[in-house]
């Protein structure tokens, strides 16, 4: 049981590029999210999914695209990358327990650097 | 959405009690608060949840208030390894989307 692993852990970008971030999990949960922090700020969601097949907008969607083909995996596309999207990447995933209550397991992030 | 509002940063001896609040003076009845904790550069680590009845697991307590309107997440004994940002969610809607939103969380720092 791995958890919930993104890849890469570092990449380097020139601008324009674009790249897919990875993110797998193993635990069959039904939700997953992606988030980006800036320095010294806290997690601002991106996008997020309830299940296969169904994705929608968080607070931050602009710049980037996302897709969720199967219950484990939910990569996060840049389509051109710009200098603003450099930040730290986590991935997150949850189960959704009986009532309601579900906590959170985060991935150990991606850390990506547009130049 | 029920927002909440925490310390920007708080002190603490290590070995001793760490009481964090948060306060969500505008939370709904079916919503519930979220504990989680941020150590540098890692991703966040779930701590407690709770919907009206005080909580304890193996990582902390948290105390909610019996108007629900602010909580206190309290770590017994706390050791350097604790140092991190504690963020108190409230989940933001009904319909369980599965969606957190993160504040700017207290940053706890203890010392020897």
């Known amino acids: 049981n791995a958890g919930v692993t993104q890849t890469p852990k570092f990449q380097v970008l020139k601008t324009g590029q674009s790249m897919t971030l990875q993110c797998a999990q193993d635990m069959n949960h039904e939700y997953m999210s992606w988030y980006r922090q800036d320095p010294g700020m806290g997690l601002r969601l991106i996008h997020y999914s309830v299940g296969a097949g169904i994705t929608d907008q968080g607070e931050v969607p602009n710049g980037y695209n996302v897709s969720r083909s199967t219950t484990e995996d939910f990569p996060l596309r840049l389509l051109s990358a710009a200098p603003s999207q450099t930040s730290v990447y986590f991935c997150a995933s949850s189960y959704r327990n009986r009532g309601n209550n579900y906590g959170y397991t985060f991935g150990s992030g991606t850390r990506l650097t547009v130049v | 959405d029920a927002k909440t509002t925490q310390p920007t940063s708080m002190d603490c001896a290590e070995g001793r009690a760490a009481n964090l609040p948060c306060n969500h003076s505008t939370i709904s009845g079916n919503e519930y608060v979220y504990w989680y904790r941020q150590i540098h550069s890692q991703g966040p680590q779930y701590i407690i949840h709770g919907l009206k009845n005080n909580e304890t697991n193996e990582m902390a307590s948290l105390i909610i208030t019996e108007d629900r309107k602010s909580s206190t997440l309290i770590l017994p004994h706390a050791t350097l390894r604790d140092t991190a940002v504690y963020y108190c969610?409230?989940?933001?809607?009904?319909?369980?989307?599965?969606?957190?939103?993160f504040g700017q969380g207290t940053t706890l720092q203890v010392k020897p």
């Open positions: 969610i409230v989940r933001p809607d009904s319909s369980n989307t599965g969606k957190l939103i």
